[in-house]
Structure formats: structure tokens, C-alpha cells
């Protein structure tokens, strides 16, 4: 006991210092060291806002400068070679159309339509291509003629790819796959950067635009 | 944003789609009008061809002439073969099959 005693009277002159010290270590550590980190990540939050604060202010930038019915022309004539939902009376009125287009007269034509409520018509808009709308189409018309048919379809909105043909005499059946494609909503609204589209796109859209009115 | 993306989309589709009009327009433009086209069945792995005619030159002419020309200038054609030749009531009728590129990928 006596040899406490002795050691505290030794350096009793210390102890408070040395409390101090500890205090002061454990501030640095437990306290300002961890301000100093949220302060640097607040600098970063900071600098991440004020990065997207600017992309947005680019994007409306970008969205005044357009011209809204030029906007309007193009986004149509997307919708309308790639719909976003299934339109039986667009393929149907596409079908007439390609037939007088090859001098051919659509019969029949059946429709695939699938899913229209529930599990089977949830179609998201991520899918890495489009899906497609069966149709099986009846066309009358001189053979040779009839091939021009599935050309002109090839030409027409809403996109179609003819899998299959079977032709004899002056009738021929074609199985013809119509793409739709749903708005992915929900990935849009994810992007703060928007751009104007790119003069080869827009050319592109003119493009298919003037193949669909031949 | 909508528009953009739509774009994106309509060239995958144009550019994965296959041109299966445009194979059978192409080798039914390539027979000549005196030969008269019985049927066509085509698929993205072949195209069945039959073709009528009363004369035998123009035969000769189509298989020395102008079918290896076709396939030539169609890549997409892998074999061209003669499935039936017959003679009916003073017409000759031939049966072409063009088998495709898609026919090996099965």
C-alpha cells in the first residue's frame, strides 16, 4: 500500500497533464477525425450535386433550344415504326397498304396477339430487342407480285420480319412478325442527361420516314 | 430521351431482321417471264422453287446460265439443288431448292 502511496505522491504532480494528454488523444481520434471524414464526404456529395445541378441545367438548356414540333414529328415516326403496344388496326391498315402498294389483295390475315392482361402481357421495355406480334396474312395477287408484297411490308411501319412465305398458284400465305416496344418509363426517368438527337439519327428517322410513305 | 431510345431500338431490329422478301424477290426476278411459277415455299433456311415451262432450251438455259449466276450474286445462298424434273401433258415443271446460310447454323 505504502509503495502505492509513494508512487502516487511521485507523480501526483503529472497525473493531470497526463489525463489531459489521454483526452486530448481521444478527441482527435473519436472526435475530429471522424468530422474531418464527414466533412471530405460532404465535400463529395457536395460536388456530386452541384456536377448534376449543372447536368440538368444542360439538359434544359438542351429541351428550350428544341424545336417542340420538329420533337413532336420525330418521336411520332419512332412510335410509329416501333409502337408501344400492340395495335392490331395499324398492322392490319399496314398490311392493306403494302398490298396495294405490290398490286395484291390481302384475303385474311390472322393475329398471334398473346399476353393482354396480367403475367402474360408484362413486356418490359429493357429487353435487348424488341418483341414481336405473330400475324399470318393471306395475300391474292400474280406471283411475282406476291414477293413484292413481303418487300414492301419490309418498307412500312410498324416494323415486320416475314419468316416464312408459301406460295402456289396466285395465293400465298407469309408469317410475319410486327416488333412493338414498350417505354421503359421507370430507366427514362433514371437519366438527368438529355441530349438532342444526333443529326444521324434524325437523318436515319427521315430516312425510314420516306421508305414508310412510298 | 423516349425518342433516343426508340432509335436505338429500331436499328437493332433493322439491323437483326432477316431479309427473306428480299431473297425470294431477288431469285424470282432472276427467272425469266417465259416460265411460268408454279409455287414457292420459302423459309429463313430455304426457298423451294417450282417453275413450268414447255420448252427444254429455256431449261438449259436457266440451270447453265442463269442459276449459278443467282447464286453467285446472293451470298446468303449456300447449295442450289434440283429437287424434281417431270413432264406433264407437253410442260416441263422443275423443282429448285436454294438451301441458305441459316441451314447450316441449325
Known amino acids: ?214 | 430521351l423516349v425518342t433516343s431510345e426508340r432509335v436505338t431500338a429500331i436499328k437493332n431490329v433493322i439491323s437483326k431482321r432477316s431479309e427473306l422478301s428480299q431473297f425470294v424477290s431477288g431469285v424470282l426476278a432472276s427467272i425469266p417471264e417465259v416460265f411460268s411459277i408454279e409455287s414457292v415455299n420459302a423459309s429463313l433456311e430455304s426457298l423451294a422453287l417450282s417453275v413450268s415451262s414447255d420448252s427444254l432450251s429455256e431449261f438449259d438455259n436457266l440451270l447453265s446460265d442463269i442459276i449459278p449466276k443467282v447464286g453467285k450474286k446472293t451470298p446468303i445462298i449456300k447449295t442450289i439443288e434440283i429437287s424434281s424434273f417431270t413432264q406433264h401433258e407437253g410442260a416441263y415443271t422443275l423443282g429448285l431448292n436454294f438451301m441458305t446460310a441459316a441451314t447450316d447454323q441449325k
Open chain 1, 1 to 214: 500500500m505504502r509503495k502505492y502511496e509513494n508512487f502516487y505522491l511521485k507523480y501526483k504532480r503529472l497525473l493531470l497533464p497526463v489525463l489531459f494528454a489521454a483526452l486530448a488523444v481521444f478527441m482527435v481520434f473519436f472526435v475530429i477525425f471522424p468530422q474531418i471524414s464527414s466533412i471530405s464526404n460532404l465535400s463529395n456529395d457536395i460536388s456530386a450535386a452541384s456536377e448534376r445541378v449543372q447536368t440538368l441545367k444542360v439538359s434544359l438548356d438542351t429541351i428550350a433550344s428544341q424545336n417542340e414540333a420538329e420533337l413532336d414529328s420525330k418521336l411520332s415516326t419512332a412510335t410509329d415504326a416501333l409502337p408501344t403496344v400492340k395495335d392490331i388496326s395499324r398492322i392490319f391498315s399496314t398490311l392493306n397498304s403494302a398490298a396495294a402498294a405490290s398490286n395484291t389483295s390481302l384475303r385474311e390475315f390472322s393475329l398471334e396477339v398473346g399476353g393482354v392482361h396480367g403475367k402474360a402481357a408484362e413486356v418490359t421495355g429493357d429487353l435487348p430487342t424488341a418483341p414481336s406480334m405473330s400475324v399470318v396474312a393471306r395475300v391474292e395477287g400474280d406471283i411475282r407480285s406476291l414477293s413484292e408484297f413481303g418487300m414492301a411490308l419490309s418498307r412500312k411501319f410498324p416494323l415486320s420480319e416475314v419468316s416464312k412465305i408459301d406460295g402456289s398458284g396466285d395465293t400465298a400465305s407469309f408469317q410475319i412478325a410486327f416488333f412493338y416496344k414498350p417505354v421503359n418509363m421507370s430507366m427514362i426517368a433514371e437519366k438527368d442527361n438529355v441530349s438532342a438527337l444526333s443529326p444521324a439519327d434524325s437523318e436515319f428517322l427521315n430516312k425510314i420516314n420516306l421508305e414508310n410513305n412510298k
